[in-house]
């Protein structure tokens, strides 16, 4: 079972890692599925309260590790900044294409938003 911790559910850390555990397939393959995960309304883009969200929801299971790390950068901030970049024909979503190549393009990035990968 994917809840390590016995509580019941699974929570956003073990789902992430139950992704890659089940995973298998290229990079891009990978980042699809990924951004389907994102995109939490099913719309087909990834829109900035979402881009919030995921990276609220990282921040919380990377921790107070994180939080030193990122003390002159709130959740928000970093959410904004990401969501930028991606957002490579600034019209104010995300599409799959975008995900995937700014991904792709940015290490850091895609080791931010596929664990393990």
Known sequence: TFDSDNIGFIDFKEFLLA???TSAGS???KLNWAFRMYDLDGNGVIEPQEMSK???S???MMGPNQAVMDKYETPQERADSIFKRMDINSDGRVEMKEFVRCCL???QLIGLLTPLS
Do not use: T
């Open 19 to 21: 992704i890659d555990v």
């Open 27 to 29: 990079p891009e393959e």
């Open 54 to 56: 995921i990276v609220n």
């Open 58 to 60: 990282i921040y919380k």
């Open 105 to 107: 393009d940015d290490q």
